[in-house]
């Protein structure tokens, strides 16, 4: 299973927006975009050249893949998958990557990252439909229900993300049953739904050409 191991701050720095890798320490003044919003490296305040073309859709593909916590390989399957459906490829790309089981468990607030989400999957603290799942890419479907699996309702983890989140609300698509500490998905989401401030249109031209 690869995933990125190395600091996760300077990828903020790097795309110069907050991308929330770190959970709680997202929202506080201990954020480097607000300590120091500059590309990281010795030469990161000097960088002024203007980001055209290809640079700007290449920044755009990280936002994305960096936000999600997948590598190039599997990011470029999704959207070949995703140009292989009828349907505005962008708009579909980010669907498929919101299904993630993983980003379904952050969307949810049982963790407050989408890095401490994967690990809970793969630590199988989570049932879908009542059977255990440990895929943190397992694409979610419509009427699906994720629901934390038994006693893993006292994971340490999963409370205390519980109520760091309580006011960052749960999207549309997913309806929250506190009581049974699940949710269900009541829809596949829809653009205007995924809260991320991307162009997905150049990440399409990206891998067009």
């Not at 600091?7 to 110069?16: D, K, N, Q, S, W």
Request: aromatic share 8%; net charge positive.
């Amino acid at each position: 299973m690869a995933r990125y191991i190395g600091p996760v701050c300077r990828l903020c720095r790097r795309e110069g927006m907050k991308l929330f890798l770190k959970g709680e320490r997202c929202y506080t003044e201990k954020c480097a975009i607000e300590k120091r919003n500059v590309p990281p490296g010795q030469h990161g305040r000097s960088r002024k050249a203007k980001i055209v073309g290809y640079g700007i859709q290449l920044r755009e593909k990280q936002k994305v893949k960096r936000t999600y916590g997948v590598l190039e390989n599997q990011f470029r399957r999704y959207f070949e998958a995703a140009d292989r459906q009828k349907g505005i490829t962008g708009e579909l790309l980010l669907q498929m990557l919101e299904r993630r089981l993983d980003n379904v468990i952050y969307r949810l607030g049982f963790a407050t990252s989408r890095a401490q989400a994967r690990q809970l999957v793969r630590h199988g603290h989570f049932d879908v439909n009542g059977r255990k799942v440990d895929i943190p890419s397992y694409a979610v479907r419509q009427g699906d229900v994720v629901a934390v699996r038994g006693t893993s309702g006292q994971n340490v983890s999963i409370q205390h993300a519980m109520e760091e989140v309580k006011g960052r609300g749960i999207p549309e698509w997913l309806l929250f049953d506190s009581a049974a500490l699940s949710g269900r998905v009541s829809q596949l989401p829809t653009r205007e739904q995924i809260n991320l401030p991307v162009q997905e249109q150049l990440i399409v031209e990206l891998y067009s050409k």
